[in-house]
């Protein structure tokens, strides 16, 4: 089931104190970014936070969960309504995750 595109926007808005957050649409679900780095996923309505170390000790209740069949078990964050938790969370998970790997050039 595809992610409702208003609650991607409030949870983008949610964590948006953490820096540049945005998300981009990948198969119906999205991919979260913040400052260009991918920390999270909305899938299904459901907010998945890559597990860190950082973000662990931050969180109230750990609930690990695959985002969708197959995927790895990520946090699973139930309350979006916290601005200022989530955008500690985000900051905190961001410091430990690497950035992405540049893509290579196509070649003509």
């Known amino acids: 089931m595809a992610s409702n595109p208003d609650l991607v926007q409030y949870i983008v808005d949610q964590c948006s104190g953490a820096g540049d957050v ?31 170390e950082g973000a662990r000790n931050l969180l109230c209740e750990v609930d690990m969960r695959p985002p969708y069949d197959g995927a790895k078990p990520c946090f699973y964050i139930a309350d979006v309504d916290d601005a200022d938790y989530l955008a500690k969370l985000v900051r905190t998970s961001c410091a430990e995750l690497p950035m992405p790997r540049p893509k290579k050039k196509k070649v003509k």
């Open 22 to 52: 945005s998300a981009r649409k990948m198969f119906g679900d999205y991919t979260l970014y913040c400052d260009g780095k991918p920390f999270g996923l909305v899938s299904d309505n459901g907010f998945y936070l890559k597990p860190t």
